[in-house]
T-cell receptor
Framework: GNSVTQMEGPVTLSEEAFLTINCTYT??????LFWYVQYPGEGLQLLLK?????DKGSNKGFEATYRKETTSFHLEKGSVQVSDSAVYFC????????????????FGKGTLLTVNP | KAGVTQTPRYLIKTRGQQVTLSCSPI?????VSWYQQTPGQGLQFLFE???????NKGNFPGRFSGRQFSNSRSEMNVSTLELGDSALYLC?????????????FGPGTRLTVL
């Protein structure tokens, strides 16, 4: 079945440091890939996505490139801020065989990021 | 446009009781998915409804059930509560089945089972 593996946290950085959160996946088809972010006390929000190989998703200074050859979708940001402190989830959406246009999201376990001033 | 709303936000129950959680999706969205979030297991998919039909189901016991109404609002029911059911229950809506493009999440209902 499909699965997503994220680097385990927590990750603690100082403001303006470089961030990388690793994500690799296993999927039977050609999935779309997502990064979601969860701020304290809130639900998840879509941060960025990529729908095919070599696509780069970007938003709010975060980037991730869909690498089919390494089955990876690592999240990066050049200079983190205190306000980036949150839990980050990597996810994939893959089509279920036999269900037409039916897709299902599979999430990684999440990585807690804390940014100190 | 109003976001996904979930009620109640917090709930405390005792073992053996049952509970019903409610989710109102974004206007126009016909897909509603439910997830259980715990520190140990992370985000686990419960089920998804699209146009009042359950399209997908995760690996949870039959005590967990759901339904969707004609206005796309969804309810989730857990019967015979166990301590391990304590979790944040998240609802997500999407314009398409399974959230191929994006799922929009509500703030969740925090269920505590004593």
């Amino acid at each position: 079945g499909n699965s997503v593996t994220q680097m385990e946290g927590p990750v603690t950085l100082s403001e303006e440091a470089f961030l990388t959160i690793n994500c690799t996946y296993t999927a039977t088809g050609y999935p779309s890939l997502f990064w979601y972010v969860q701020y304290p006390g809130e639900g998840l929000q879509l941060l960025l996505k990529a729908t095919k190989a070599d696509d780069k998703g970007s938003n709010k200074g975060f980037e991730a490139t869909y690498r089919k050859e390494t089955t990876s979708f690592h999240l990066e940001k050049g200079s983190v801020q205190v306000s980036d402190s949150a839990v980050y989830f990597c996810a994939l959406s893959d089509q279920l065989s036999g269900f037409g246009s039916n897709y299902k999201l599979t999430f990684g376990k999440g990585t807690l990021l804390t940014v100190n001033p | 446009k109003a976001g996904v709303t979930q009620t109640p936000r917090y709930l405390i129950k005792t073992r053996g009781q049952q509970v019903t959680l409610s989710c109102s999706p974004i206007s126009g969205h016909r897909s509603v998915s439910w997830y259980q979030q715990t520190p140990g297991q992370g985000l686990q998919f419960l089920f998804e409804y699209f146009s009042e039909t359950q399209r997908n189901k995760g690996n949870f016991p039959g005590r967990f059930s759901g339904r969707q109404f004609s206005n796309s609002r969804s309810e989730m029911n857990v019967s015979t509560l166990e301590l391990g059911d304590s979790a944040l229950y998240l609802c997500a809506s999407s314009s398409d089945p399974g959230g191929y493009n994006e799922q929009f999440f509500g703030p969740g209902t925090r269920l505590t089972v004593l």
